[in-house]
């Protein structure tokens, strides 16, 4: 509701073509898009996009903000070949813009990247997603966390391509990087540990797998409850 009424008041203020409006409109469909409200989502993202392509042309990075929030919304509603298109576009405006080594482009990729790994095209997916990796280490360094976020992305479509070892090492070189960031017990290790665990019991290391597993249920438990969603994903395995 809060989110609603700035819209009203900015709508009112400066107009329902102003690029206030369409950041409005932006605040509004994230928060739709954490409530699970995606078509809703999807709408607001649409009117700030029409109205900042009707501002700013087809070409900037202000675009290109708002289609990796479409992309986002389109690929939560299970529509991979929509989400395809407008990812390409983002990474397609930011590249002329920025150039093809800046974090945003790196973002874009990692966005595609995924996209295109829902889509089964895994050795695009893996070239996006190395790419990716590649800028970020060089912009943030090796042990970034930025670079554990891209190791995480690229694990999944390493594992899938029959490239067990060079996921585990990815999920391993993850891990690392974020225990030594965050602390042992923070929730962007659930994922990385359950991500690890799936790879070990892939390759046949079952009491490495189990250890991750229940590493990373504990976390969720103590972060999320054990009925969240996370909690669930993890007991799954």
Known sequence: ATFD????????TYGPGHPETATALSNL??????????????????RA???VTAVYGNRHPTVSAVLDDLGRVLRQLGQPSEARAIHERALAIDEEFYGPEHPNVA??????GTVLRDLGLLP???SHLTRALAIT?????????????????????????????????????????TEAAYGPEHPELAEVLNNLGQVK????????????FQRALAIAERIY???HSVTAGVLGN
């Open 5 to 12: 009424r700035a819209l009203d008041i900015v709508t009112s």
């Open 29 to 46: 469909g994230r928060v739709r898009g954490e409530l699970g409200d995606l078509s809703s989502a999807r709408e607001a993202f649409e």
């Open 49 to 51: 996009l029409s109205i």
């Open 107 to 112: 973002f874009d990729l990692k966005a595609l």
């Open 124 to 126: 695009e997916a893996e």
């Open 137 to 177: 280490e060089r912009i943030y360094g090796a042990d970034h966390p930025e670079v554990a976020d891209a190791l995480n992305d690229l694990g999944p479509v390493l594992q899938e391509t029959g490239d067990v070892e060079g996921a585990s090492a990815s999920f391993e070189r993850a891990l690392a990087i």
């Open 201 to 212: 019991r892939q390759i046949g290391d079952l009491d490495a797998a189990k250890a991750y």
């Open 225 to 227: 409850g054990a009925e």
